[in-house]
């Protein structure tokens, strides 16, 4: 089997396939997800707390010098991105556990029938109906 081919037959198994829209999928809701959290999330958090800009929240590690700009450590940042994660991360938790759920009851399996007498079972019984009918 040459490389192309096997390497077609990997590319077409169906786990290859949903990992790849998945992934599609995951970005797109994650530029979406870090939209909702800048634009609509974060600018009533800020006002809450006093009229912060998240983006804007950063300790200056070196001031600027001439030419070069100053060196800042940009937390605000950071702690959007750490609320970004938390959505995400919620959202996809909240996604698989649905599916979860929806598998379990796929799942469930039939009542088991009680197993059929044995032979001796059988004997016993007709034995006692006869012992009875006497």
């Given at each position: 089997?040459?490389?192309?081919?096997?390497?077609?037959?990997?590319?077409?198994?169906?786990?290859?396939?949903?990992?790849?829209?998945?992934?599609?999928?995951?970005?797109?809701?994650?530029?979406?997800?870090?939209?909702?959290v800048a634009n609509v999330l974060m600018?009533?958090?800020?006002?809450?707390?006093?009229?912060?800009?998240?983006?804007?929240?950063a300790i200056t590690l070196l001031a600027?010098?001439?030419?070069?700009?100053?060196?800042?450590?940009?937390?605000?940042?950071?702690?959007?991105?750490?609320?970004?994660?938390?959505?995400?991360?919620?959202?996809?938790?909240?996604?698989?556990?649905?599916?979860?759920?929806?598998?379990?009851?796929?799942?469930?399996?039939?009542?088991?029938?009680?197993?059929?007498?044995?032979?001796?079972?059988?004997?016993?019984?007709?034995?006692?109906?006869?012992?009875?009918?006497?």
């Amino acid at each position: 089997m040459s490389m192309m081919s096997e390497f077609k037959d990997f590319a077409m198994r169906g786990n290859v396939i949903d990992m790849a829209v998945g992934i599609v999928i995951g970005g797109a809701f994650g530029k979406v997800v870090s939209t909702f959290v800048a634009n609509v999330l974060m600018p009533p958090i800020g006002i809450l707390l006093g009229g912060v800009d998240f983006s804007d929240l950063a300790i200056t590690l070196l001031a600027s010098r001439g030419d070069a700009e100053a060196v800042l450590l940009s937390y605000g940042v950071f702690v959007q991105a750490l609320v970004d994660f938390l959505i995400i991360a919620f959202a996809i938790f909240m996604v698989v556990k649905a599916m979860n759920s929806m598998k379990q009851e796929e799942e469930k399996p039939a009542p088991a029938e009680p197993p059929a007498p044995s032979k001796e079972e059988v004997l016993l019984a007709e034995i006692r109906d006869a012992i009875r009918s006497s």
